[in-house]
T-cell receptor
Framework: SQTIHQWPATLVQPVGSPLSLECTVE??????LYWYRQAAGRGLQLLFY??????ISSEVPQNLSASRPQDRQFILSSKKLLLSDSGFYLC???????????FGNGTRLTVT | DAKTTQPNSMESNEEEPVHLPCNHS???????IHWYRQLPSQGPEYVIH???SNVNNRMASLAIAEDRKSSTLILHRATLRDAAVYYC????????????FGKGTMLLVSP
């Protein structure tokens, strides 16, 4: 069966510090991968998606970047965090367009 | 972008059926209708999806209008664990389709 791992579960970082969140998927190959963010009390905002290694599409220009160095690994990064980067970050995968989306357990990031 | 409209919140009693509506008047002929739910402090969970015909699975049923401009998620017997935010979203049939989540419907279930 397929599983998605996302870590860490919680993170507190000072403003101006770097960020690296990692997501890996097991049990499948060439998945479509997604990063979403959910601010407190808000809906989900799509940040990045990837249909293959090295292929990253950004939905919203901001202080974040994403990379896919391996087929089942998706990394969300920032060089300098802002207070507005606080939120609940979710990684997700699916086989292909029109198939169900499967989410990880998320990382709750607090920037202080 | 394809969009959906859902009520902000709905209430139900435990063990009663729940019908969660969704309007998607701009749906294209090849767009799939997806439903997800999110419990507090968790990632969204897939519930069900369909294209034209009604769909059933162990979690819920999806009733799709004949003109496909609306759909209804049906929970046959609500439990307290069904209290969550339910999202109805359209999955556009393109090579780079992304799923855009709106604010969803918060379902409150009373004992």
């Amino acid at each position: 069966s397929q599983t998605i791992h996302q870590w860490p579960a919680t993170l507190v970082q000072p403003v101006g510090s770097p960020l690296s969140l990692e997501c890996t998927v097991e049990g499948t190959s060439n998945p479509n991968l997604y990063w979403y963010r959910q601010a407190a009390g808000r809906g989900l905002q799509l940040l990045f998606y990837s249909v293959g290694i090295g292929q990253i599409s950004s939905e919203v220009p901001q202080n974040l970047s994403a990379s896919r160095p391996q087929d089942r690994q998706f990394i969300l990064s920032s060089k300098k965090l802002l207070l507005s980067d606080s939120g609940f970050y979710l990684c997700a995968w699916r086989y292909r367009v029109n198939s169900p989306l499967h989410f990880g357990n998320g990382t709750r990031l607090t920037v202080t | 972008d394809a969009k959906t409209t859902q009520p902000n919140s709905m209430e139900s009693n435990e063990e009663e059926p729940v019908h969660l509506p969704c309007n998607h008047s701009t749906i294209s002929g090849t767009d799939y209708i997806h439903w997800y739910r999110q419990l507090p402090s968790q990632g969204p969970e897939y519930v069900i999806h369909g294209l034209t015909s009604n769909v059933n699975n162990r979690m819920a049923s999806l009733a799709i209008a004949e003109d496909r401009k609306s759909s209804t998620l049906i929970l046959h017997r609500a439990t307290l664990r069904d209290a969550a935010v339910y999202y109805c979203i359209l999955d556009e049939d393109s090579g780079y389709s992304t799923l855009t989540f709106g604010k969803g419907t918060m379902l409150l279930v009373s004992p």
